[in-house]
């Protein structure tokens, strides 16, 4: 496994435009499908030969990109998002700058998305637009050139259309799928067995004890945390007037809702000489810290003090097939 801690220690605040960086999971709404690039091949006739077999296109096919209904945990599957000015994004495989393209700059709804190697044209520069309506942890990706949008069609096609409302299809979230780790108490941050809704150490990496960590629209360093054997999301109650609870410590996981439950989450650095990272919820002054006990395995907030029940460490998750 393969620690990751440095992309986390950020400054935390809210802006207009999509933060950069490099992401392990950029998936559509639809079915969670994930963004993936697709190499170019160049198969001889045994290739050809397996590929009718299976039903697959033959001869050389050029790079491309399509959404994959399973998480590889793999290079192809990791995009670069940069600065174009103006707002805009460019999209880019981790592998040669192969960037999201409409194919021949058409404006036309189902044109194809294609691989293409950077060029800073229109037809590549994308603005990463919240969608305030109903999924407001994920976004719109608008391609400049045309207004319209990235969206998903059966078998992982991606083209553009024109937005439509209340369209899974054409809504994406960019996040890091990771596991989390106590090396304290030695366990994962997990599900309890038959009580879903509350989280409990699992002594098990794998599906459930996994986590996308799902970068807020419009805020650096704030977070939606998912369970990726759930889809639900962690959270802590909150009062009538919005403000999280945390007197009792309670943490647990529910559906996406837009009210009633605070559901982001920031992370903060080890105090010096110890190592890993405080899980805090946003916006409360940084009092309380995701703790982990030791011989039980409950998991609570407790007031932060960087103790090494509150201390966790980052690695990539492995792959599954949703």
């Known amino acids: 496994m393969r620690i990751i801690i440095s992309f986390l220690i950020l400054a935390t605040s809210l802006f207009a435009q999509f933060r950069n960086g490099t992401y392990n999971y950029v998936f559509n709404l639809k079915d969670d499908s994930a963004l993936e690039f697709t190499h170019p091949t160049n198969p001889d006739a045994v290739d050809d030969m397996f590929a009718g077999l299976l039903g697959q296109k033959k001869g050389a096919q050029p790079a491309g990109f399509k959404a994959n209904g399973a998480f590889m945990a793999n290079d192809e599957q990791k995009f670069i998002i940069s600065d174009a000015g103006d707002g805009y994004n460019y999209i880019t495989s981790v592998f040669g700058q192969w960037a999201l393209t409409v194919e021949n700059s058409s404006t036309g709804d189902d044109a194809k998305i294609v691989a293409e190697k950077y060029s800073g044209k229109d037809n590549q520069k994308i603005k990463i637009v919240r969608d305030t309506a ?15 949008v990235l969206t998903m069609l059966d078998k992982g096609k991606l083209v553009q259309q024109t937005k439509k ?23 994962y941050m997990g599900i309890e067995k038959g009580a879903f809704s509350k989280l409990h150490g699992s002594g098990k990496n794998n599906i459930s004890s996994s986590w996308n960590l799902i970068v807020h629209p419009t805020g650096s360093g704030i977070y939606y945390v998912q369970n990726t054997a759930t889809k639900m999301f962690m959270c802590t109650p909150q009062d009538e007037a919005g403000n999280g609870i945390f007197t009792t410590g309670e ?19 080890a105090p010096e000489g110890q190592k890993g990272l405080m899980l805090v919820p946003y916006n409360t002054d940084d009092k309380w810290a995701l703790t982990i006990e030791p011989g039980t395995g409950i998991i609570q907030f407790k007031e932060k003090t960087g103790a090494p029940d509150q201390l966790w460490k980052l690695y990539n998750a492995k792959m599954s097939l949703w």
């Open 134 to 148: 109903k999924y407001r942890y994920a976004s719109f990706f608008v391609f400049k050139h045309s207004g319209k």
């Open 165 to 187: 409302a209340d369209t899974p299809e054409q809504v994406w979230g960019v996040a890091y799928r990771n596991v989390l780790l106590n090396e304290n108490a030695k366990l």
């Open 251 to 269: 943490v647990m996981q529910v559906p996406y809702k837009r009210t009633g439950y605070a559901m982001l989450f920031v992370f903060r650095n």
